[in-house]
């Protein structure tokens, strides 16, 4: 993947995420996430796997950021449960070893949270689909490092862009890397008439403060 191609990957992505109904932008008729927060944005990177343009896309920009950034990672260990098949189709592009990882150990057998062979100081890159406050993605990144490994960063195909998740990246010195974004999404979808001029400046408040939206 060229320099260019890199620079355009988050509207590419954008665009593939909106062609196939995996992101919906309703500003005016918000969605309730489980926590009672109020949302313009439903997000199911699941939806990707089912369509192969969009999932090779994905992968090819996963696999490029990893040569280009992380050029010695020595595995790539998908978050389970949308990360997981990401990480296979990448790691497989990067001839490398696959893992991936539990939200908690099992509770039966080995009791396992990371599911695949690795070593002490291997090198891992982690991959996500979706990165809203980056709780669920830090502990597993958390999680490997405890097991011996170096964690060289997560990789996703989408994040909300929320300063919080930036900061607890940042607190736990592990890098973070996405495909695509909320911004790049709401210049696509304007751009393909998705939504109006007028959404925009709406769209953007829920980003900076979500617990206001809709109040």
């Known amino acids: 993947m060229s320099n260019t191609q890199l620079q355009q990957l988050p509207n590419d992505i954008a665009k593939g995420l909106l062609g196939i109904g995996a992101v919906a932008l309703r500003p005016n008729e918000p969605f309730t996430w489980t926590s009672g927060i109020k949302s313009p944005i439903y997000c199911d990177n699941r939806l990707t ?5 969009v999932r090779e896309l994905i992968a090819e920009g996963f696999a490029a950021i990893i040569r280009s950034k992380y050029p010695d990672c020595q595995a790539v260990a998908g978050i389970a449960t949308g990360g997981i098949p990401h990480a296979a189709w990448v790691a497989q592009k990067l001839g490398l070893p696959m893992l991936y990882v539990r939200d908690k150990a099992k509770g039966h057998g080995k ?3 990371i599911e695949g062979h690795f070593e002490p100081g ?5 991959i996500e689909d ?7 993605s830090l502990k597993a990144a958390v999680a490997v490092r405890e097991a011996g490994c170096e964690v060289q960063g997560v990789v996703a ?22 495909l695509s974004n909320y911004s790049a999404l709401v210049s696509v979808a304007l751009e393909n008439g998705a939504i109006r001029q007028e959404d925009v400046e709406l769209l953007q408040s829920w980003r900076k403060d979500p617990s206001k939206f809709g109040v």
């Open 130 to 136: 979706l990165i809203s406050t980056g709780g669920s």
């Open 122 to 126: 291997q090198k891992v890159v982690l």
């Open 49 to 53: 796997m089912s369509y192969p343009a």
């Open 157 to 178: 195909i989408f994040t909300y862009q929320f300063a919080s998740a930036l900061e607890a990246f940042a607190a736990e010195n592990i890098p973070l890397d996405t």
């Open 111 to 113: 009791t396992n949270q």
